[in-house]
């Protein structure tokens, strides 16, 4: 199986080079700066066993790949603001023996929130979804870290309709060769919504940055909270703390003074956009077809997309200022 990783940042590139060192066919995908570096002085990754460069095969797209093969297997881990365009543009192109990969190939969505799914779902006739929990870092092009040991994340994966199949297992052998635990759930989605609730602090941790804070801790609680309402209303069911506690701990365990997450590397990166309308957006949308409150969620998606638009530094607004508008957007609600 060939992995073709389309949008090789934090999460992207790490899955790619991991596949690599185990053996495995990649290629990646980077548009601008990024796409560059990774062409001229290959991937520069660093985990918790060091720091290895990976010359790997770089396309801004699938006109330079050229036809794809029936053993191809998308994987996309662009955010989910670019995923339209990503889905539209591999979907058309043609795979060796006939057809498209819409029609014939596998495509992974290994991203935050749960939209993605629903956005393949309308291209691609073969989705799946996939849990990702792996904090990393890329703010130079080229260059990516992630620090996590003894596994360098957890990657729950399997259909986005429900259930397994071989493609799923083969693809959870293959990460779990590289580095990754990889279990192949029959509820993949389940997982996606409970990782989407500790998603929703990352609009708080750009706005007002990544260092630890009680207040910072009340404000997500409040985010958490709509979040789980919303879910009760709409009848979505969610992994508990102690299953993702189970998974997780001793296996992922992240070293002190590693920089903030994707929403506040974005911004730090000056991308422009920000997956908040996918996160706390979520929330919001959950809320509103379902008549529950949520304002929080409502002011975080807003602040982070101001954010991102004005090109603001990240950490640029005090927990107090967010926490007010919060506050007052509450007691309109």
Sequence with gaps: ???????????????????????????????????????????????????????????????????????????????????????????????????????????????????????????????????????????????????????????????????????SRAVAADLAKAGFGAPAVEDVMRWKYAKLLGNLGNAIQATTGPEPDPAKAALLLRAVREGKAAFRAAGIPYASDAEQSLARDGKVEQPAGVRGGSSWQSLARGTGSVEADYLNGEISLLGRLHGVPTPVNDVLRHAANIFAREGLPPGAMSIEDLTALADEAAARA
């Design 1 to 167: 199986m060939r992995y073709i990783i389309i949008g090789a940042g934090a999460v992207g590139a790490t899955i790619g080079g991991r596949l690599a060192e185990a053996g495995g066919e990649v290629v990646l995908v980077a548009r601008g700066a990024h796409a560059e570096a990774l062409r001229a002085d290959g991937l520069r990754l660093t985990t918790a066993d060091g720091t290895r460069v990976h010359r790997l095969p770089v396309v801004t797209g699938p006109d330079e790949l050229g036809e794809l093969r029936p053993d191809d297997a998308l994987l996309l881990t662009v955010k989910t603001q670019d995923a339209i365009a990503a889905l539209d543009a591999w979907g058309d192109a043609e795979v060796t023996g006939g057809g498209t990969a819409a029609q014939r190939l596998p495509v992974l969505c290994a991203q935050n929130g749960v939209e993605s799914e629903r956005l393949a779902q309308r291209r691609f006739a073969r989705v799946y979804g996939v849990c990702v929990w792996l904090p990393a870092t890329f703010l130079e092009p080229g260059v990516v870290s992630a620090l996590c040991a003894p596994l360098t994340g957890i990657l729950h994966l399997g259909r986005a309709a429900g259930g397994t199949d071989a493609l």
